[in-house]
């Protein structure tokens, strides 16, 4: 089966059931897992903390700028070293060898890397199911995986934006 289970997360709903799916795994097959937390530069949470506040005064603006993200990026940092702290100590609760890492840059190259490195028999990871344009202009680092990991890739999918309240009719598509 496995004995090295690596568990890319974010801190979000599909990071939850990434890491329960990751969880019975590692119990059921005796693996150990690493859990990484990738902090990308095209995350929406690390465009926030990147978003400097300005001062009237153009002068100020580089000091108050540089203040304010360092502050916004060591929160965020921290943020995410928690949560796998967290999780990391679920898992060593349910007698699960466990340990964490959090990097910044591409997670879908980290991710790849992290694994070919560790030697992980598996990479458990969410999908947010990004289709189409979205998918083309902001990557899939699921489909990136998927095509590059030098080993078995489980995805367990989030769940998927509908057009429930977006009613199409084919009088609709005529009039526009």
Known sequence: MFS??????????IGQQV?????????????E???????????DDYLAASRMQTDEAYTNFHTHGVEYYVKQWEALKQEGIEFLTLLTNRAIAKNINAEF??????????????????????????????????EFFLGSVSNYVLHHAP??????????????????????????
């Open 101 to 134: 890492t959090q990097e910044l840059g591409d997670p879908s190259r980290i991710i790849c890397e992290m694994a070919r490195n560790w030697k992980a028999d598996l990479i458990v990871m969410g999908r947010r199911g990004r289709s189409g344009l979205s």
């Open 33 to 43: 897992l690493i859990l990484l937390h990738v902090i990308s530069p095209f995350d």
């Open 19 to 31: 890491f329960e799916e990751a969880l019975t795994l590692a119990s059921a097959s005796n693996a």
């Open 151 to 176: 080993c078995s890739v489980l995805t367990v999918q989030g769940i998927i934006p509908t057009t429930k309240n977006l009613p199409i009719t084919v009088s609709t598509v005529l009039s526009t």
């Open 4 to 13: 090295k289970i690596l568990v890319a997360l974010t801190n979000t709903e």
